[in-house]
């Protein structure tokens, strides 16, 4: 069986099960880890995209939105859920 690792072909040989070393196994969970920060960086990303300057539907003043369902001022929406 040929290591786990992308980029790797070394061959696995026992005891060990997915990687032909120690090194390689740190080196394919440290490539693992950025592709999930890159991913996280991504959903933040879109998550922010739609933030804009917006009319409050309430008072009518403008305040920053954090997105298209987000149409109340902070004050209104804190007068509304008292």
Same mark, same amino acid.
């Given at each position: 069986?040929?290591?786990?690792?992308?980029?790797?072909?070394n061959?696995?040989?026992?005891?060990?099960?997915?990687?032909?070393?120690?090194?390689c196994?740190?080196?394919?969970?440290?490539? %693992? &880890? *950025?592709?999930?920060?890159?991913?996280? /960086?991504?959903? @933040? %990303? &879109? *998550?922010?995209?739609d933030?804009?300057? /917006?009319s409050? @539907?309430?008072?009518?003043?403008?305040?920053?939105?954090?997105?298209?369902?987000?149409?109340?001022?902070?004050?209104?929406?804190?007068?509304?859920?008292?």
């Amino acid at each position: 069986m040929d290591c786990q690792r992308d980029g790797c072909s070394n061959p696995v040989i026992p005891p060990r099960r997915k990687f032909c070393s120690e090194q390689c196994g740190r080196m394919a969970h440290r490539q %693992k &880890n *950025l592709k999930l920060m890159a991913a996280e /960086r991504q959903i @933040l %990303k &879109n *998550l922010h995209r739609d933030r804009k300057v /917006r009319s409050c @539907l309430v008072c009518g003043n403008e305040f920053m939105s954090d997105g298209p369902w987000n149409r109340q001022c902070p004050r209104c929406k804190k007068r509304a859920s008292y």
